[in-house]
């Protein structure tokens, strides 16, 4: 036992025997120390400093509460109606055409403000006449999920369990939807397939989420903040991208976080300034992030701050042009996406809120009002940010027109974020709509 392990351990058993703490802080009880360390771990020395400090260093959020887990039970039988959907099979270009989605609501295990792990699992048992690509779907705060169904060939008389872990915040309001995607579905009439699928709910408190803009004050003599990896009990490595605001609105980081890479479980970023900064995840899997600075803080709780979405249409119409990947016109799918010819430029500018994110969209999700190609290609004072494309396809095997699926043929870089000028280079021999979402931030 290190010297300062030992040290915080005297220092906790005093406190518990109604001594002064270290440094005449109030008494700590060691019921409290037990409950917040646990077992002995490679941390747990860390944990101990910090049940002891006279000052706390972790932020707290409003709203999380550790609740008891809950499991979810759903089946779903799939009959000869659920053969309307086609997946390209042997990932040619990633298209599918109309995947039969079975989800249900889960907004009543998900209250508002409280973040949840929810580890889904699939079985699905095929028999005589039934196979299917079936995968897991999920359409919550912060996460939209569906496997790409090129990755699968259907299953046919076998047994398949797939399962994943999705980890999202209650926000009034938005969507909560967890269930099913099935793909290549062909099931004899008469004939059926059982699907069972089981939602564990696990409950946490005092994390980072996806989803929300979190703003926290960093005291003015902290040289960085710290996130570590905080898991609701499953045995997933977190995972996270981020970017970190500062106080002048200007960017701090962002990040790639990933703790298998990490000894510690935790990053640190250093901060030029104290004062309130913002930090947005994009996405989070495997677990949740805790928030620290080096120092003690005055104030602890983080705040969750409104979105500002904005929707722009670039341009309506026909905007002639070539892009160079275009199977339509016979040019082979692995040819790179640049250069366009043609295109038209339409410039615009982000300033005020640092943006969080810039996407780039064809008509609406899904839809097919273009003819043949389009493409837009939204560029920044760093480069490529956002695009869309959606292109035109024969497929000889099947002899089907089809487009390109749209959550297969976007982009989007957080890393080429900034403000400043940009400008949407489109081209499109169709009438769909292009533009682009501005996603920022209210204080």
């Known amino acids: ?102 989800k249900e609501d889960v907004a009543g295990y998900i209250p508002p403000g409280q973040p949840v792990e929810m580890r889904v699992k699939l079985f699905a048992v095929m028999g005589p006449g039934s196979s299917a690509a079936i995968n897991v779907y999920a359409n919550v705060p912060g996460t939209m999920l569906f496997e790409d169904p090129s990755d699968e060939d259907e299953f046919n008389w076998k047994y398949t369990a797939k399962s994943h872990t999705i980890n999202t915040i209650g926000v009034a309001g938005e969507p909560h939807e967890v269930g099913i995607i099935v793909h290549n579905g062909r099931i004899a009439p008469g004939s059926s397939l059982s699907v069972t699928v089981r939602v564990d709910f696990e409950y946490v408190a005092d994390v980072l989420t996806p989803y929300h803009p979190w703003a926290f004050q960093v005291p003015a003599n902290a040289t960085g903040i710290t996130v570590t990896s905080v898991k609701a009990g499953g045995p997933e490595h977190v995972k996270s991208k981020f970017i970190l605001v500062g106080p002048d609105d200007d960017l701090v980081a962002t990040m790639e976080y990933n703790d298998i890479a990490l000894e510690s479980g935790s990053a640190f970023i250093p901060v030029k300034s104290g004062g309130e900064h913002v930090l947005y995840a994009y996405t989070m899997e495997g677990g949740f992030l805790s928030l620290a600075t080096d120092v003690g803080l005055a104030t602890r709780e983080a705040r969750p701050l409104p979105l500002a979405i904005e929707r722009v249409v670039d341009k309506a119409g026909p905007a002639p042009g070539v892009v160079e990947r275009d199977w339509g016109r016979g040019i082979s799918d692995r040819a790179v996406v640049t250069p366009m010819t043609g295109q038209e430029s339409i410039a615009f500018n982000v300033d005020g809120s640092f943006p969080l994110a810039i996407h780039a969209w064809i008509g609406e999700p899904g839809a097919t009002s273009v003819s043949g190609m389009a493409q837009i290609r939204v560029v920044g004072p760093n480069g490529l940010v956002a695009m869309a494309e959606r292109v035109l396809r024969y497929d000889d095997a099947r002899g089907n027109l089809g487009y390109t699926n749209d959550r297969f043929n976007t982009v989007f870089d957080p890393t080429k974020l900034a403000k400043g000028a940009y400008k949407a280079e489109v081209v499109n021999d169709g009438t769909a709509s292009l533009g682009h979402t501005l996603v920022t931030y209210v204080r």
Request: neutral net charge.
């Open 1 to 102: 036992m290190s010297r300062i392990l030992l040290a915080l351990v005297l220092a906790a058993s005093a406190a518990s025997a109604g001594c002064f703490g270290l440094f005449g802080a109030e008494p700590v009880e060691k019921a409290a120390i037990d409950e917040g360390v646990g077992a002995l771990t490679n941390d747990t020395e860390a944990k101990l400093a910090e049940r002891v400090a006279p000052v706390p260093r972790t932020f707290t959020f409003p709203g999380q509460v550790a609740l008891p887990s809950r499991t979810l039970w759903k089946n779903w039988t799939l009959d000869a109606s659920a053969a309307t959907a086609y997946a390209d099979r042997n990932n040619r270009g990633g298209n599918f055409y109309g995947g039969v989605v079975h």
